[in-house]
């Protein structure tokens, strides 16, 4: 599904956001061109309110027009680079390139689920 931002700004206006959920959630991917940094933090809020169970929201961004989406979103991602820091300053995580991404998501991802459960464990 790709929705255009001028289109996601129609969507608010009609009170819509319950049906683009409901559209959105059967699509593989959805792809939001051309938003503003309002409309991303609004997709996050979106998904944080209307999917149940309730999931945790990820956002990875790399400029100042990313970092409302990164702060309401659970976990943010901030990658430093030619855009400048605030993306990062803002963040849970910082990164230096894309290329570290997966490492971050991948292997430190399962040291902290590996953590949780022997805290877990042990708590009981």
Known sequence: LLIPG???EELSAC???AEFLALASRCCVVIACRVSPSQKAQMVRLV?????PT???LAIGDGA???PMIQEA???VGISGREGKQAVNSADFGIAQFRFLQRL???HGRWNYRRACKFTLYSF
């Open 6 to 8: 001028q289109a996601l």
């Open 15 to 17: 009170r819509a956001d």
């Open 48 to 52: 944080r309110k209307g999917v149940t």
């Open 55 to 57: 999931p945790v929201t």
């Open 65 to 67: 027009n990313d970092v």
């Open 74 to 76: 659970q976990v943010g």
């Open 105 to 107: 998501l991948l292997v």
